[in-house]
């Protein structure tokens, strides 16, 4: 039954709304771009990277990350990047998603026209070879906080281009709060652009509120941490406030315990309006199917799974026209019976 259950939810086509270009990038990309870019990495053999890339612990990660973005040496490396990311989420059979770009590491290291371009033709080269639709959200990494207003001009060009529809918060919640962003957010808002933050990970409930307050995001990524807090939780199922929930993510960086079911269960019971994402999936030796998987395991049924699936398209930052068509396309995978 399970077995069964698993093959129908592979062939579903999916939405994915929270996922990081550079952390779905595989390990021998960047390894072979550090050859080329003749970057020093802290290993010697493809097969000692693919180790370090492995998930280890949080600082570690943030060492893989940071390493990674550091063998990205022009514009034309991350028109690659772009491409193979449309590759990768072809592959997974996601046919519509909004992913993450780590923009302070661009602006710092690039002229803002010049990457700008290489994203746009990495955007064009990737949709004509994998015909899947990406829409990007370029962040700012929380604790590069110099570099906001940088990558708000930098997102405010792209969205002129087509490129962008919103701006994003990553990086390290703790010691960054929600509010060090708020003037930058509200330009952002008064510039059309969609506003998201990673809140309620690594911080608690009381980080989704600030979110919400000062920023006034659409979505929180993550977010599971608002279970802390009764009160949030009303507000959030009240308002229905989409929120990118990403369990593998969760039990690698140790937000969840790996004995205890993932909190999705209760969020989703709570009649909060959830989403299934995969984050760094190839740093988290995961991707979208498999965290479809996971919630089989725990118990989801086929309509949940579904329903959390339409639950993206919902809450996209699609045309109503274009949310029509993805439901239109959903409707053949629509469960009578679990
Ligand atoms: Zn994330």
């Known amino acids: 039954m399970e077995k069964i259950l698993i093959e129908k939810i592979e062939k579903m086509p999916k939405i994915e709304l929270h996922v990081h270009v550079e952390g779905a990038t595989k390990a021998e990309v960047f390894y072979s771009l550090a050859k080329q870019n003749r970057v020093k990495l802290p290993v010697n053999t493809i097969k000692e990277w693919k180790h370090f890339f492995e998930f280890k612990d949080f600082s570690h990660f943030i060492r893989v990350y940071t390493t990674a973005v550091s063998v990205l040496k022009s514009s034309e490396d991350y028109a690659l990047l772009i491409e193979n990311f449309y590759k990768y989420q072809a592959k997974h059979n996601i046919i519509y998603t909004e992913a993450f770009l780590s923009a302070s590491f661009m602006v710092e290291r690039f002229p803002r026209d010049e990457i700008l371009e290489a994203i746009e033709y990495g955007m064009k080269k990737g949709y004509e070879k994998y015909k899947c639709k990406i829409n990007f959200i370029p962040d700012i990494a929380r604790n590069i906080p110099s570099s906001q207003k940088k990558v708000l001009d930098f997102v405010i060009q792209g969205n002129k281009r087509g490129l962008f529809v919103g701006l994003g918060l990553g990086g390290m919640e703790d010691g960054y709060p929600p509010k060090l962003f708020k003037e930058v957010y509200a330009k952002a808002r008064r510039n059309k652009l969609h506003v998201v933050a990673h809140a309620g990970e690594a911080a608690g409930a009381e980080s989704i509120r600030e979110a919400i307050k000062e920023l006034k995001v659409e979505r929180i990524g993550h977010g ?77 049924s086929y309509n949940e799974l579904i329903q959390l699936n339409k639950n993206a398209v919902g809450a996209s930052f699609l045309s109503n026209n274009e949310k029509l068509n993805y439901y239109k396309i959903l409707k053949h995978y629509d469960a009578v019976d679990n």
């Open 224 to 300: 599971i941490r608002c279970l802390e807090d009764k009160k949030l939780v009303e507000y959030l199922r009240k308002t229905q406030m989409p929120i990118e929930v990403s369990p593998t993510s969760n039990y690698c960086l140790g937000i969840v315990n790996k004995n205890e079911k993932h909190p999705i269960r209760q969020m989703y019971d709570a009649g909060l309006f959830c989403t299934i994402n995969s984050d760094d999936p190839e740093m988290f030796s995961t991707n979208l199917n498999k965290e479809y998987k996971l919630l089989i395991k725990q118990g989801f």
